[in-house]
């Protein structure tokens, strides 16, 4: 449990590591939600806003391992906000968006992060795999080929490789 004193918190959490707050051996994810809360509501107004923003990052990491996107998505916009239009972040709250089945603002998200960094491959690899979901194989494809382009012979290559294969197969 925190301190209700803003001046008794300490920052002992960094991007983008997920630090949960373990109580007698076991992870307890409500909690550590309750716990973020009240630190986001006690920070809200300070100038610098790390704390705050720690505790909107972690828990939307927590909502995310719960399997709930929207709380998700919301603190990942509020992050947005704060720092403005960060690749990463971008690129997060698409995949956020792509396990909500939300495939529009995924792709949205998708393309600000690519636009962000033309050689993004995750962002490309995500955004052909919401594309290929919305049954829009031709632009599914053109991102697949955009992958392949930036990683030859590696893990991924052979993985776009098989996702190419399958949808030329119609599958």
Do not use: C
């Amino acid at each position: 449990m925190i301190s209700t004193k803003p001046s008794n918190l300490t920052r002992s959490v960094s991007k983008p590591t997920l630090t949960v707050i373990i109580s007698n051996g076991e992870k307890q994810y409500q909690q550590a939600i309750a716990d973020y809360s009240k630190i986001i509501e006690l920070t809200k107004n300070y100038t610098t806003a790390d704390f705050n923003e720690d505790a909107h990052y972690l828990r939307a990491s927590i909502y995310d391992s719960l399997g709930q996107y929207g709380p998700a998505i919301e603190d990942h916009s509020q992050l947005l906000k704060s720092y403005g239009w960060d690749r990463e972040l971008l690129f997060e709250r698409g995949l956020l968006y792509n396990k909500n089945q939300q495939y529009d603002p995924a792709i949205a998200d998708f393309t600000q992060a690519i636009m962000l960094n033309m050689d993004h491959s995750d962002a490309y690899l995500n955004r052909g795999i919401a594309y290929k979901l919305k049954g829009q194989i031709d632009l599914a494809t053109a991102d697949f080929n955009k992958v392949l382009e930036l990683h030859n012979n590696t893990q991924t290559y052979q993985a776009v490789q098989q996702e190419l294969s399958a949808l030329e197969s119609g599958q």
